[in-house]
């Protein structure tokens, strides 16, 4: 049975997250209650469980709140404008186009059950679990390895933050010297990874106590949301998506350690246990898009799990050569077994002599040698006023105002033709595609 959504926005929905206030720890194999569990650790898991129950929906509207609506509002006038301002009031829908980018952290903490649940709520029709794994070799959703230090309220617990491998040293105001903290998450295991709590990504660089090195937060972001913010390990994350109803593209993150960690839990080992948490789910693999920046592990996944693999997505992070935008470089993943592709969105986009934007040459030929593309990552960049920053480097001579975030979704969707962009905010992404019928 589908699981129902309830709520009619993004709050309705996050309104729901608040009955769970704390981290909440259960078995490393799924929801199952541990019978050597805390008392209140048990309390949370039955908090989570109606949660559970009251997500259920049928996925058959998404809210939007008002932000594409300010974004079309504020494009230069224009045939694009005008047609996007006649779907303001039409109803959405959620759409695989439109794919949460570690859920929804322009505003909420990433990686968390609430950064999650909001992005399903508008309309992100896939979710991203960024994998890593803990010191007992467990699989849980961070951006990184080694970034718990800005993630999460590690540094402050001090049983925990000793555990790190750069536990936290205080700035030193008169010479100037920043603070220092480096937490991974092999550092600790699953339980212990748990009992933390997800804030927004940021620290304050010049911090003197634990508490105000967890600040720093950009003001174009929010800590309006960050009061809670929900760890899961993969298996959790997946059981979630399940209850939301979306598809699911795991990233398997390269790690920091040396592998084999430990020598003997190696690169293939990691990549195999991703696939096998969907696996013992019963997720059929048409529903997961596995992702790495390495190569190998998309070889792996293609060659090794290649019911997992055909939607396998290289990550594609090598500078623009021309080598690496040829067609022949192109054909040769293709012959390998790649079929989807994702650089970031300004290798596939470039200016015409009219600075107009269009496709670049890496992305015509990757079309050509028929592989799938999608884009990452829009709503990343904070106000793009001045040109949009890294994202938009290729590009920035026509960005100067947030609605050409539009102009720049156009372009990859009916030009390029990408099949799916990541956002930070996914109601941008599921506003355009429901105006202009991508499903």
Known sequence: MKLKRLGSSVLAVTTLVAAVSLPMSASARGWQHEGDLPPGLERLQEKFDRLKKDLRHHRAEANLGPRPAWLVNDMDEGRLKKRLQRCENKRMRPTDFSIGHRGAPLQFPEHTMESYVAAADMGAGILECDVAFTADRELVCRHAQNDLHTTTNIVTIPELNAKCTQPFVPADPESGTPARAECRTSDITLDEFKSLEGKMDASNPMATTPEEYVGGTADWR??????????????????????????????????????????????????????????????????????????????????????????????????????????????????????????????????????????????????????????????????????????????????????????????????????????????????????????
């Open 222 to 439: 929010t800590d309006l949301y960050a009061s809670r913010g929900t760890l899961l390990s993969h298996r959790e994350s997946i059981e979630l998506f399940q209850a939301l109803d979306v598809r699911m593209t795991p990233e398997l993150k390269t790690p920091v350690v040396d592998m084999p960690f430990e020598g003997d839990y190696t690169q293939q080992d990691y990549a195999r246990q991703m696939i096998r948490d969907y696996i013992d789910a019963g997720v059929k693999p048409g529903d997961v898009w596995p992702q790495s920046f390495l190569l190998d592990d998309v070889l792996f996944w293609v060659n090794e799990m290649p019911e997992f693999g055909r939607q396998a997505v290289f990550l594609d992070q090598q500078a623009i050569t021309p080598e690496t935008s040829s067609l022949a470089y192109m054909e040769s993943l293709k012959a390998r077994g790649v079929n989807v592709l994702a650089p970031a969105l300004w290798k596939m986009l470039t200016l015409n002599g009219h600075q107009e934007i269009v496709p670049s040459e890496y992305a015509e030929n990757a079309r050509a040698a028929g592989l799938d593309l999608i884009a990452w990552t829009v709503e990343r960049s904070g106000p793009l006023a001045d040109g949009g920053g890294w994202y938009y480097q290729t590009v920035t001579d026509a960005i100067n105002n947030d609605g050409d975030v539009m102009n720049v979704i156009d372009v990859l969707a009916r030009d390029v033709g990408v099949i799916g962009i990541f956002s930070d905010w996914p109601a941008t992404t599921t506003y355009y595609a429901n105006c202009m019928g991508i499903r």
